[in-house]
């Protein structure tokens, strides 16, 4: 198995290129264009940690899709924080995109109504999605961060998962990722949200793959990628 460098991803100002963070110095950092190379090439064995750097600048988003779907509340976000003019929905609509059908799908991840600093309103459930893909040929269901909900064991059975299988109280939990995962035994398995964030001591950001692979029925559909590695749909 291929032994993956640790990557921190750096915010920086793109006017300033000698701007350091903390003892990082620009030169010390690469680009995801950088990184991606060095994927292609199988060279990321030969590092054992690498920075990432991402603009400071925030409407660069802008430049990269034509359109952002998403949530109404974040929808509001990234025409806040971003300066884009991102467009809401509620949960159950459904986009279409040449003859590709997006829905978005229930999420519970309300995180927020559990600490204190974050009351200053009530979090709803219509703020969290997943999204059910529908191309002429393939079914993709991105869950979402999300705890366990029943209607997500009575989907249409996709081609492909996008998975998050966090062992976190307001993440799915091992066993209820197991119990999803079977639920649905003959599809593809992408793990997400772990191994990509620099912070140790979050079990949100740390499951291992390995829990999937032992615990799931045709532990080959389990899909393990690096950070910006692609995966084909085949």
């Known amino acids: 198995m291929i032994k993956y460098p640790t990557i921190q991803f750096l915010k920086w100002d793109t006017e300033n290129f000698q701007k350091k963070i903390g003892k990082v110095s620009f030169e010390q950092a690469i680009s995801y264009d950088e990184y991606n190379d060095l994927l292609i090439q199988g060279r990321l064995e030969n590092y054992e940690l690498l920075y990432i750097f991402v603009p400071e600048k925030k409407d660069f988003l802008k430049d990269i899709c034509k359109e952002y779907h998403t949530s109404y509340y974040v929808a509001s976000l990234m025409k806040e924080e971003c300066g884009v003019d991102g467009i809401g929905h509620d949960i159950g609509d459904h986009i279409q995109i040449n003859d590709i059908d997006v829905e ?28 059910y893909v529908k191309t002429p040929t393939k079914k993709i269901w991105y ?56 912070a140790p001591e979050a079990s949100a950001f740390n499951g291992n793959p390995q829990d999937i692979l032992d615990n799931v029925v045709n532990p080959e559909r389990v899909v393990i990628l690096a950070p910006g590695e692609e995966y084909v749909v085949d």
């Open 104 to 131: 978005l799908t229930p999420a519970d991840h309300a995180w927020q109504n559990q600490i204190a600093k974050y009351n200053y309103r009530v979090w709803e459930d219509r703020e969290y999605c997943g999204f």
């Open 143 to 198: 869950v979402g961060d999300s705890k366990l909900m029943d209607c997500q064991l009575h989907m249409d059975p996709p081609d492909v998962m996008f998975f998050d299988f966090a062992d976190n109280p307001v993440h799915i939990g091992l066993e209820n990722a197991y119990k999803l995962a079977n639920t649905y035994p003959n599809t593809k398995l992408v793990l997400i949200h772990w191994g990509s964030v620099d």
